[in-house]
C-alpha cells in the first residue's frame, strides 16, 4: 500500500458575512490550525451631550 502523505493541502481562504478565515502554517508535530477574523457588526454612534433643561 502507498504511504499517506505528511503534508495537509493549502486551503483557500474563506470569507463570510463577517467572518473571514485563513489556514495557519504547520506546526512540529503536523498540526494545522486556523485563524478565525471577526468583523463587527455594530456600529457604535458618537455620544452627544443632552441639552440643559
Known amino acids: ?3 499517506q502523505k505528511k503534508e495537509r ?3 483557500p481562504t474563506g470569507h463570510a458575512e463577517f ?3 485563513r489556514q495557519k502554517e504547520p506546526n512540529e508535530q503536523g498540526y ?3 485563524d478565525t ?3 463587527s457588526f455594530q456600529k457604535e454612534a458618537e455620544y452627544k451631550t ?3 433643561p
Request: charged share 30%.
Open 19 to 21: 467572518l473571514t478565515t
Open 32 to 34: 494545522v490550525g486556523y
Open 9 to 11: 493541502p493549502k486551503v
Open 1 to 3: 500500500m502507498s504511504e
Open 50 to 52: 443632552p441639552k440643559r
Open 37 to 39: 477574523i471577526w468583523e
